[in-house]
């Protein structure tokens, strides 16, 4: 096998031709470029809500892993790039997940879309955990600035009593359990 190295070592470069050099960019520049690309292609101001699609195709929800990761970082940046409406945004998405996860059936809903919520997804117990972890980071962010969110602290204690309940006799946690099943749960509208 070790005779080969140098042949497939060989063809790989042939293949893959010249190296770019890459392209370097200031932080608050990319930070810049990714809080307006966000804000202006991703958030839905009529619903609250970050998409994966643009605002012209369609707005179904991020899951809360994006929607909540994303809607931390717009948060953020607005602070940092003093621009009111990118955390105005943020703040409002993540009222959103504080909100769904207040709604939810006996465990909080998945993800959200512009018609209600879902408790469905392929694996809505690691998003919801992602979600939850946001949704901390963030209360933790505000609460440092002076803000308070007691909509977020109840959403998280609510997420994070259901994880303990949930917990198997083996320490590990579900990534799927029955009430989440879409045919359990009834969305709500908004």
Not at 146 to 166: C, F, M
């Amino acid at each position: 096998m070790n005779g080969w190295s140098g042949f497939d070592h060989a063809l790989y470069h042939l293949g893959t031709g010249q190296r770019p050099k890459p392209y370097k960019i200031e932080p608050r520049d990319a930070l810049t470029l990714m809080a307006e690309r966000l804000f202006r292609a991703h958030y839905h101001p009529d619903h609250g809500l970050i998409s994966y699609s643009d605002r012209s195709l369609g707005s179904e929800g991020l899951g809360f892993t994006g929607m909540g990761q994303s809607a931390c970082a717009l948060l953020m940046a607005g602070d940092l790039c003093e621009q009111p409406l990118w955390r105005e945004a943020g703040r409002t998405a993540l009222d959103r997940i504080a909100t769904a996860c207040l709604d939810g059936p006996d465990f909080p809903y998945a993800y959200i879309t512009s018609g209600g919520y879902k408790a469905g997804g392929p694996e809505p117990g690691y998003v919801i955990m992602a979600g939850l972890d946001t949704l901390q980071r963030a209360l933790l962010y505000e609460v440092k600035r002076g803000h308070q969110h007691p909509a977020w602290l109840a959403a998280i204690v609510r997420a994070s009593g259901a994880w303990a309940r949930w917990q198997r006799a083996d320490g590990a946690y579900p990534h799927r359990h029955p009430a989440m099943d879409p045919g359990s749960a009834r969305g709500r509208r908004l």
